[in-house]
């Protein structure tokens, strides 16, 4: 059985998990310890220990960073043999009111009108107390990805004016909220996504 030596994690399993950040624990090819990818063939014996087991590649890495930044040792597992999932063909935005990134253009948000908006968009299937988590800590999860890996944030283009799916609705906004990687390449930029994070757990 392996196990990472207590003295290069000093946070414990049991104190990580019991803590609040024992939630990040979402969801490649074997990114084992957040280190590079390693391919296992079926059948093969694989037996390791982990504080944290990610489930997915997707933006699950971003649990992976956030766990590893903490002191435990992460493993990230995905079935596919490309590490990002079906993330890793998306557009690449992320949806984060009130963020940093579009305040450093000049552009202001209002956390009533977003918690109005998010409120009608999540139908009665979240409760208050998550959807008050979504709108404080997204901020801070944007600004952590930033400083924990190369990936840099910028106010949407491939959006336009459609920050929000459904400018009609009160509290919504046209630009700003949505943010995606800083790229020269024209498309979607779900590969830098992936990409970015990738390398800030491999780092």
């Not at 624990?25 to 390693?38: D, I, K, M, N």
Request: include cysteine; proline fraction near 5%; aromatic fraction near 6%.
């Amino acid at each position: 059985m392996f196990e990472e030596d207590s003295g290069s994690h000093p946070m414990s399993r049991r104190r990580f998990l019991g803590g609040t950040a024992g939630a990040l624990a979402l969801g490649a090819t074997g990114l084992a310890a957040c280190t590079p990818a390693v391919e296992t063939s079926p059948g093969k014996p694989w037996d390791h220990e982990f504080d944290v087991v990610v489930i997915g590649s997707g933006t699950g890495l971003v649990a992976a960073l956030a766990a590893r930044v903490a002191g435990a040792a992460v493993v990230v597992l995905e079935k596919r043999k490309i590490i990002g999932g079906t993330t890793g063909h998306s557009g690449g935005v992320a949806w984060i009111p009130n963020n940093n990134v579009m305040k450093a253009e000049g552009l202001a948000d209002d956390r009533a009108k977003a918690m109005e908006y998010l409120t009608k968009l999540a139908g009665g299937q979240a409760t208050q107390e998550l959807l008050d988590a979504f709108l404080d800590a997204g901020p801070e999860m944007a600004d952590f990805v930033e400083a924990h890996s190369p990936l840099r944030w910028r106010v949407s283009k491939i959006l336009g004016n459609n920050a929000d799916y459904h400018p009609e609705w009160p509290g919504a906004m046209t630009r700003g909220r949505s943010i995606e990687p800083v790229t020269d390449r024209v498309g979607l930029y779900g590969p830098e996504l992936i990409g970015g994070l990738q390398k800030g757990c491999e780092d």
